[in-house]
C-alpha cells in the first residue's frame, strides 16, 4: 500500500489480503480494491453510500478515503461500478 488516503486504519507499506472471489455487492464500510474508470491504476478506498438508483442495472458504489485531505476518491472520479471492485480486503499486515 503507497500513499497516506486510508490513514490512519492502512499505512504506507502496509501489506494487503484481498479476497477477490466476492459474489454480492460489497457493503458500507467494506475497504476494497478498485480500478480507476480510465483502468489505469488502483485504489484502496472505503464503500462509502450507494447512489439512490441501487440497486439497478448499473450497480454502483461512492468509495471515499478515510483522509480526505490526501484522497483522490469519488469525490474525484465519481461513482464506481460495482465492477470495477477487484476485491475485498480481508487482511492488513
Do not use: C
Request: net charge negative.
Amino acid at each position: 500500500m503507497a500513499g497516506h488516503s486510508m490513514s490512519p486504519i492502512l499505512q504506507p507499506g502496509d501489506w494487503l489480503v484481498v479476497d477477490p472471489n466476492f459474489t454480492e455487492p460489497p457493503n458500507i464500510g467494506d475497504i476494497v480494491i478498485a480500478k480507476t474508470q480510465n483502468m489505469d491504476h488502483f485504489l484502496v478506498k472505503r464503500v462509502a453510500a450507494f447512489p439512490e438508483h441501487y440497486p439497478a442495472t448499473e450497480h454502483s458504489v461512492w468509495l471515499l478515503g478515510d483522509n480526505p485531505d490526501a484522497s483522490s476518491d469519488s469525490r474525484v472520479y465519481g461513482s464506481f461500478p460495482v465492477s470495477s471492485i477487484q476485491g475485498r480486503v480481508a487482511w492488513v499486515w
